[in-house]
Structure formats: C-alpha cells, structure tokens
C-alpha cells in the first residue's frame, strides 16, 4: 500500500516570497500523484497532476511541482505567493490501475503582509 | 455547472442516534468516495463506489454505511456504532476511464458535531 508524508505542517512566508511544500511517497509499484488545495471550511480543489511524461507539472494559480522518481518526491513550488494563497495544501498518491487516493496530513501555509 | 453537493452543511447528532449525509454529483462520474478529515490528519477514506450497487470498504468503515442505488447518489450513514463522529466529512467523485486514475472532484463537505 502507498503513503504519502508531508514534511512540514505549517509554513509561513511573506507575500511576494517564494514558498516550497515537501511530499514524499513511498510505494511498490508506480503512482499518480497529485496536489490539492483547502480553504477554510470548503473542499478541495484539485491545483496540478503528475499522470506521466514530463516530470515538471505546472498548475493553476502558479504552481508548479517536480516529480523525482529517485527520491520518490513530488514536491510544491510557487516563486511568489500573494496572501489569498494561504490556505491548506494536501499531497496525494494512488497506485496505478487503483482509483484510491492516500492523503498526507496536509500543510498549513500563512501568507503574512 | 456541473459539480457536487453535500448536505447539510452542518449536523448535529444525538447519543444512540444515526445520521445521514447527503452527497448528489451531477458530472456523471463512475466512482464516488466518502472522506473524513480531522484537524492534522489529512483524509482517510470511510467508503468508495465504482459502480452502481456496489460499494468497498475504506480504511475506516467501522460505525459508518453507505448505499449506492443511483450513479449520482452516495448517502453516507454514521451509525449509533461510530463513538467519535465529529469531523469534517467530504464526498467526492472522479471519471473511470481505463487509461489514467482520473482526479477526484470534491464537494464542500458537511461537519458533524455531538450535541
């Protein structure tokens, strides 16, 4: 079975700064990862995929995350946030040809003025 | 537009009492997922359903039930059974297509408290 560790639980930056989320997976067998993001009190949206080819995926609203087969990581990235970007992000992995997710345990991002 | 509607938005239960929680998507997708959130501990997956009139069990489905009679529809009880039910609940569903393990979409969820 897959899991999934998120790194750091809360990370706070300064707006403008950039800003890097760690998630690193374990599983037997190849994945699909993804990164999904939680504001209070609502759902998750679905920000970018890793399903195959390029291991540089980009998302919405400037993200963008790099799939390393090696490290086994899939780690977040933005190069300036702006303060509607905190929010809670959560790493997610499915083995292929399962349509399971696993979670990690999210990370809090407060983006201070 | 197409999406995924939980309700209630907020519920409360009774000592010994069952609880439902709705969940309807109008995407037409195949598979459809129950979650619980708890503050620090991401989300662990209850029940899931590929296809209609068939459902698996998650990591945690002690205490809890779920139906699976329509392709839109995937109630969610929380039994009498389940000892600590309060939590954020999130319904989702995603496309089966054959090909790639299509993302999951997610409803606003619905957050159960003990009277």
């Known amino acids: 079975a897959q899991s999934v560790t998120q790194l750091d639980s809360q990370v706070p930056v300064f707006e403008e700064a950039p800003v890097e989320l760690r998630c690193n997976y374990s599983?037997?067998?190849?994945?699909?990862l993804f990164w999904y993001v939680q504001y209070p009190n609502q759902g998750l949206q679905l920000l970018l995929k890793y399903l195959s080819g390029s291991t540089l995926v980009k998302g919405i609203n400037g993200f963008e995350a790099e799939f390393n087969k090696s490290q086994t990581s899939f780690h977040l990235r933005k190069p300036s946030v702006h303060i509607s970007d905190t929010a809670e992000y959560f790493c997610a992995v499915s083995e292929v040809a399962d349509y399971k997710l696993s979670f990690g345990a999210g990370t809090t991002v407060t983006v201070r003025a | 537009d197409g999406g995924i509607t939980q309700s209630p938005k907020y519920l409360f239960r009774k000592e010994g009492q069952n609880v439902t929680l709705s969940c309807e998507q109008n995407?037409?997708?195949?598979?459809m997922y129950w979650y619980r959130q708890d503050p620090g501990q991401g989300l662990r997956l209850i029940y899931y359903s590929q296809i209609v009139n068939d459902f698996q069990k998650g990591d945690i489905a002690e205490g809890y039930s779920v139906s699976r009679e329509k392709k839109e529809s995937f109630p969610l009880t929380v039994t009498s059974a389940q000892k600590n039910p309060t939590a954020f609940y999130l319904c989702?569903?995603?496309?089966?297509?054959?090909?790639?393990?299509?993302?999951?979409?997610f409803g606003d969820g619905t957050r159960l408290s003990i009277l």
């Open positions: 599983s037997s067998v190849s994945v699909y």
């Open positions: 995407l037409n997708h195949d598979a």
């Open positions: 989702a569903s995603s496309l089966i297509t054959g090909i790639y393990n299509q993302p999951q979409h």
